[in-house]
C-alpha cells in the first residue's frame, strides 16, 4: 500500500470511527442497510483496480482507486456532517453579518442584483450545480492522462479540507444569510433550515448520507471546493482555463443564490489555499523525486538513485 492510500482510507476509518461514537454517545440512529450501496460501489471499483492492475493499465487503477476514496469519503463524512449538527453549538450568523458588514458586502444586496439580472443568475445557478459532475471529469481526465500525483493531490486536499471545514462547524454552524436578512429561502435552502434545525433541537435522530443536505455555511466549501477543481486540473493544456472560468462562477454564485455570506467566501478560499500550499510539503513525504508513489514500510533512500560507477576492463590484445 502507498502512503497517499494508507492517509486516505486512515481518515475514512477516522470519520466512520467519530460517528459510530457521536451515535452511541447522542442516541443517534443509522440504519446498518444504509452502508450497502458504498460498500458495493467502493468493492466495484476497487474490483475494476485489481482487473487492471493485473494487466498493467495504470489509468483504470488510479482512476477507479480514486473514485472508491471518494464514494467512501462522502458517504462517511455526510454521515459525521449531521452528527455535528447534534451538538447545537451557538450560532455564529451575528458575526458573519458583522464581518461582512465591516467588509461593505450585503448578501442580500448581492442576491437581489443577481435576480434582476435572469439570465446572469441562471447561469450562475447551473455552475452552483456542476460539483459533482466536475469531480467525476476531474478524476476521470487525470486518470486517463496517466497523471497520478496529480490526481492523488486533488483527492487528498478534497478530504483533508472537507476534514478541517467539518471540524470549524463543530463550533461555529449558521443558519446562513436568508435567516439573518430575512429574505425567502428557496426550496434547496428551505430543506437545509429543515434538516438543520431537526438536528439542532433533537427532533431528527436519524443520520445518514441518503438525501443528505449540505449543512456547513461557514466556511464555504463550495468555494474551497470548486478552487480545488481548477487547481486539480494545472497544466492541462485544454482543460485548465475552462475548468477556472466555470469554477470563478461558482464562487460568485455561492453568494448571488444566496447562499453564503462574504466571510464565507473568504474564509473557503483560505481553506483552499492552505490546503494546496500544505499538500506541497507532504508530498515529498508521500512521492519519490521521479513521482513514484512511496510505500508503507519501504524506507525511503535518502540519496538519489545513481548507477554504480563503471569499473574499468583492461584491454586485452594490447601492449603496455
Known sequence: MSRDSLVKWGLIALLATASVLIIAIKGLTFPLDHCARPLLVCGAMISVAVFYARRSVEQFVISAHALAQIVAFS???SVAMYCVASFNSPLADDWLVSFDKACGVCVADVAAWAANVPKLS????I?????????ALVVISLGFANRRQHLESFVLCFMVSSTLALAVFAFLPAEGPFCSYGYEPDASQQRFLDDFHAMRSGERTLVTWKKAEGLITFPSFHTTWALLLAWGLRGSRFLFIPACLLNLAVVASTMTTGWHYFA??????TLAAGTVLAAGRVNLWLYQPDGSPKRVGVPASPWPQQSPPAIPQPAYGTSS
Open 75 to 77: 458517504a462517511c463524512y
Open 122 to 125: 441562471g447561469l450562475l445557478q
Open 127 to 135: 455552475a452552483y450545480a456542476t460539483m459533482l459532475i466536475q469531480t
Open 264 to 269: 464565507d467566501v473568504l474564509s473557503g478560499t
